[in-house]
């Protein structure tokens, strides 16, 4: 446990916000299988300011999923600060996350998201300015740099905590390595000394050894899944359990699989309509079934759909031919 401002998280497993993913139903399934704190997608300062109706959904929390961290992002202080208060006042976000480190040039070319890490005296600007006007904790998630040659992870993390940050997450990587090659490891934990707010470490936890080991070698207070957790919320529930146990739990089942993707879609359905939450739930379920032998033919197929009854008649007809598959290979093996 610890906590961030006066917001106590359960455990020290987080999951990360990720773009165009972490919406309320992903949240809200992620939470049910133990996350101590859930952060949403990035949301755009100037969309809530000018109160986008996309944007302002974005903005939607299930009480459920509390504790949960929401993420904005801007390059302009003014409609920075009025996006943090305008959370602060009307939603039941716990905590306000600024983003750091999206690397996606068209958030970088407005002064947003990773283009930040250039320039330590921006960060406590910016980031003092929000502490100042909302009562809510303020975080923020960053990468370790811009490139090679620019990287000021220790300052621009102590930046944040002499700005009034409550905490600091860390990815590994900086914004020209994008998601590829290994996160470094060594700079979070020299970030971990150099700073007494909490830090949560980012980027190759894959395992829930992985997350362990990300504890004990850097000393962060927190390990922030992402990908790993993509179609497989139980990455996060065996993590919290091997952390405070020690034992690895056994995988679920190609049922429990597909009950949990389709409780997903029935989610997304009802945050956005059968039409765009069947079209969004395709890639969830090409993760959902990664893993599962034979599962080429649904997949293509999944990238057909376009209701709710062709997805679920697919889902279920493959759990049918797995189990069957598997009570013959019992029988004969």
Known sequence: MFKIGNV???????LAPMAGISNSAFRLTVKEFGAGLVCAEMISDKGIVLKNKKTMNMLYIDERENPMSLQIFGGEKETLVEAAQFVDKNTNADIIDIN?????????KC???????L?????????????ENVDKPVTVKMRMGWDEDHIYAVRNAQAVERAGGAAVALHGRTRVQLYEGKANWDIIREVKQSINIPLMGNGDVNTPQDAKRMLDETGCDGVMIG????????MIYSTVKYLETGELVSDPSIREKMDVCILHLDRLISLKGEYVAVREMRKHAAWYLKGIKGNA?????????????????????????????????MEVG
């Open 8 to 14: 106590e998280i359960s455990n020290r497993v987080v």
């Open 100 to 108: 750091m480190g999206c690397p996606v040039p068209k958030i970088t």
């Open 111 to 117: 002064d947003a998201g990773a283009k930040w890490l």
């Open 119 to 131: 320039d330590p005296d921006k960060i406590y600007d910016m980031v003092s300015a929000v502490v």
């Open 227 to 234: 990908r790993a957790a993509l179609g497989n919320p139980w």
């Open 297 to 329: 033919k649904t997949r293509n197929a999944v990238n057909e759909c376009e209701t709710r009854e062709q997805l679920v008649t697919l889902l279920n007809a493959l759990v049918l031919e797995v189990e069957e598959r598997e009570r013959f290979e």
